[in-house]
């Protein structure tokens, strides 16, 4: 489904600013995959997502969905397979618009722009529905501006946003990590169920080794733009906390010290 093969990338190559942040990275996704990504901070989590989703374009290497070629394709079009929820819940949703035209905009994800953007008939019973889905009570709220929800709210619609569609492709990146506990242990609930609904191809970076073993059938752990382990469902069955950080320390990472401190 999403296959990834010996991706590179390198900014501002050639100057004193260069980073690398990716590192000849294979990955393959099967249909129904929901794997969690697991890393310290600058180990290629994110990167990993934007090089997916088309926020740049990979110095080398090829990415597909479905056997298509998306390597050098936009941003906006690959969004017609990809929804995307990204740590901060203020991206994602047009704050001085309402929760229904919010949905309105997902729910055209992909489609070619017209003058005529009006609601279609049967779009407000659609979304009332989805909504109430959610059990926060925003169904009744579906007249609201995004900007007065809060950000529990405002996540969970954005994770409702980019699954409208059924995307071939759902990225998560660290999508509870600015949320306080409780509410995020509540956005977690609906990303599993919305992904177990749907039948999504799920990749969810975190960095909450808890979470990563919980959630999702296979864990991915990277460090400085590579992926150092692939964890499968039945060894992430046996695997506790400890298991993961002493399978870290074995990598022998140079960035180990400090990544442990973050993920812990």
Excluded: C
């Excluded at 009744?140 to 569609?165: C, F, Y």
């Excluded at 964890?231 to 046996?238: D, G, L, T």
């Amino acid at each position: 489904m999403l296959r990834i093969e010996n991706i590179t990338k390198i900014f501002e190559p050639g100057t004193v600013s260069e980073k690398t942040a990716l590192v000849n990275l294979d990955l393959t996704l099967n249909e129904g995959d929901f794997v969690t990504v697991i890393g310290g901070n600058g180990a290629g989590k994110s990167s990993l997502l934007n090089a997916i989703s088309g926020r740049f374009f990979v110095n080398e290497g090829a990415i597909f969905i479905d056997d298509i070629d998306i390597t050098y394709q936009p941003e906006y079009k690959r969004a017609q397979w990809i929804g995307r929820v990204f740590q901060d819940p203020m991206m994602g949703t047009a704050g001085n618009m309402t929760i229904e035209e919010n949905l309105a905009i997902a729910l055209r994800r992909g489609k070619t722009r017209t003058l005529n953007w009006g609601m279609a008939k049967g779009e407000h019973d659609l979304f009332y529905d989805q909504l109430a889905e959610l059990e926060l009570g925003l169904e009744d709220r579906i007249k609201t501006k995004v900007g007065l929800l809060s950000g529990g709210q405002r996540q969970a619609l954005t994770l409702l946003m980019a699954t409208i569609k059924k995307p071939k492709l759902l990225l998560l990146d660290e999508h509870t990590a600015a949320l306080d506990p409780a509410t995020g242990k509540k956005v977690l609930y609906l990303t599993a169920k919305l992904v177990k609904e749907n039948h999504l191809t799920t990749l969810m970076v975190t960095h909450n080794m808890k979470d990563a073993l919980e959630y999702g059938n296979r864990t991915i752990m990277m460090s400085e733009g590579k992926i150092i382990a692939d964890i499968p469902a039945e060894k992430k069955k046996e695997m506790k906390v400890e298991d993961l950080m002493t399978l870290f320390e074995k990598s022998g990472t140079e960035s180990y010290a400090n990544d442990r401190m973050l993920l812990g």
